[in-house]
């Protein structure tokens, strides 16, 4: 489910460091660079952006390979050959060339407007990047390669405890990331910062309060109601069918074949190399056909917007997604809001029949659309329905928040998940692979990334009801496989703007408003008193 | 056939010049280089030439996706992020400090005898890398870049002309390179020594005069005898069973599969990302199964010797193979002396009629080995038998000298070449598609490459002859499909060396004897006159 978005840039401790050589060469490029026109100057910034990119991109690749084809034993060569290319890139990053490049464009006057907005984040990039000494970067890489090993050490022998001191040094380091990164109230607000920008505590803490309270109170409506029957998902459906009707799916979507591929591989992801080569990945459980086809829906979701980022700022901010959040806010609606309605469900009933006749032919599609949105409170995050997932982030927002703040320590999580899984969900966590070690991002160093799960989901709701407004009779095109007026909106109202907005700030221009909570618990509430019939 | 052995160093012309900026850096350097410990410099060396084979294979990645995985609108960023790869590649490799470190290990005695080879191998290619200006490099890529692209056209429209331009400019950098490179007598020496240290224009003389007649006689004979039956070879064999059956082979031959694998590609090809990845590929025609199973040999004799490169001298010259000939030794000892032997068609004889019940039920392992020999003059160099093989060798060996030592123009071609292969083959090249525009290599600047597939072969009988010899009962090993012996006195005996001697060099260690072109012919004359009852 994780996109890999921003190819991570990582430091090995091998291989001279670049950065310090280039001054000299750069205080001539410097007097050089004020008689050249504004194009000019810009297009060397581009080149040079662009160079980066390769680096970063390349290694995506390489990343991509480990995932789908690498033979077991190229993995170790395989991990240096991914360090050096990252290395190179950050340190092609924050080279005092770019500096320098920067700071010559920002005096300019002349420039576009989209010239000036790629050059003002690159600038923020840069100052961001600026900020942490590199000494710092490095053992930060060296304690994530430690600490997912000890993740997996410790799921392996389903023991937090074998997690909790490597853990501990990654929490200690995140402290000194955000105080390095700066902040103005809370020290979570940096990292919030880095993964979705302007977001923070305040925000996050009134959104979740706002959902809070009426999910509980849907969630224990639904837990009193009859059970819904989704029994027939999980018979036997066969490997090379599943497939077949998830490259289906995927045509249908408006996915571009000839700019991606889908590959089978443990996790599905995303990843991008540039807007015409943008891959997916999906897996395929022979005892549940749903697994495969809405993690086929959520990422050909992130595909799309990635393939609809506008190719000539290949290397350029414009040329990547606004945020995390509204990433996820791309994947969940084509997942949910096409993916999980009945309209969608009622489209693809022949199909299904037709390629899953003994397991579906006495099934209907209405009955199939309540089995895919059963609401079930479980202890799997990336199991979970619509609803109980943001119980699922919840808690986790809620650990990291005081984990940073310092208000619980790492030997507390076991606890404090294991209690807020009771409170919220009303389940048992029976231990802490099925508990706390569930997720790999902690051990990646990844903290601020869970909130924009939900905010994905949010902002996907706004977004949605606003498409439904601007394109006639959406729910019926959906019903007859007609996609690409919906795709076309995203397109257009979406992912042409590239970086060019914040989160907040697209919402705004988009629907009129910044994220307002209400429509995604009209869109609960009205989906789940349909299906549950209250 | 084309092994993508030592990934291309391209230039491509964009982005900065690193080089110029390391100076003042490792000026400070050398001065610390002074009072480090042999083992700490020789480390150092080793780190930086690490770190450039990263970049050489992770561009070999980006090459292997592009041949086999990659979507068709996503070649042209591709072909950029190749470019930038091969180009730090590149410069990191010329860059001074590389120089610094490598005269500084050169005045050092107390290397170990390994240590001291790399350098010095080291230093033969920097000093050569030095001799090309980047403004040459450059130029060059740029060129074969559209020449390559004229080529395909050319060959679109069938009329040589089309490239003609192209290849002219091309043939004239390249005598360029030869006067840069430097030579004793002839200047395609220079590029000969390119392709495997120590071949020239004297040697290879010499070669093609001692086979030329034998060569001839023999074919003769064999045309005025009766024709060999093989066309049981092109009935229809499904493209699954095929592929089966080439796993199986590449299995048995000893592949180790864990550190490599095999995909589907327009042209069979093998690359390395280290000694522990590396891939092979296959193209499978459902009329003609030779096409395939040999293929599948032929590379995998390839990947076995990559495979076998001592792993601990990763990003070394050590760590390479020994010259471009003795990897085509390897693929044609394996394709020809064992692949096309009597013992090896009788060993899986059971197996391919089991694959293939209704196409060779009636047919005798003997037939099938006789089918798979069968000698024909005929227009494409790839679809060759061993024999007249290298009359299409020498036809092009001949063109490059001529056009290097400027004594034929480009235009010349199709007519030297339409009148040689009526010369030696006794065939009519109806055109040039089939003519003088069926390869690649030229359009891609590889001139001094064509030699190297007959060298293979010649070493090939050398070496094959000398392992008979060593190893008892090696028919008979072979029809029990027991290749581990062989295999395992490759390795000891080629292998393990890498780089570290000349072809002739290695050849004379192994065999006790320079390259003497007997063994060849007389494998020849045994074969043939055994097939064709002379």
Redesign the interface.
Known sequence: MLPVLYPPVLISS???T?A???R??FTNLKAGMITLSSPDLFQQFR??M??IA??R???A??QW?QET??????A???G??VA??SE?AHQAFVAP?LGDLIHALLDRSDLTLAERRNVELVHEDYLKQQKLPSSFVRKLAETTQRSFHSWIAARKENDFRLFADDLNILVDMKRQEAAMLGYLKHPYDALLNDHDKGSDTDLLDALFSDVRQPLKELLDKIVASPEVDDSFLRQHFPKQAQWDFGMQLLKDLGY??????Q?LAEHPFTIN??S??V?ITTRIDENDLSNMVWSCIHEVGHALYEQGLPESE?GMPLGEAASYSIHESQSRLWENHVGRSLEFCEHYWPLLQQYFPSQLGKVTAEQFYRAINKVQPSLIRTDADELTYHFHVMVRYEIEKKLIENSIQTEDIPAYWNEHYQRYLGVNVPDDKRGCLQDIHWSHGSFGYFPTYSQGSFYAAQLFGKASKDITKLPELIRNGENQPLLGWLRKNVHQYGRMYKSEELCSLVTGDGLKIHHFLDYMLAKYSNIYQF
């Open positions: 091998q291989g001279f670049f310090s050589t280039y000299s060469f080149n040079e662009q160079k390769d680096f991109y390349a290694s690749v390489l390979d084809y690498l033979p077991p034993k190229g170790a060569m395989r240096r050959q050096t290319l190179t060339q571009d074949l000839e700019a991606g591929r590959d190399f540039n015409n080569d891959r290949y």
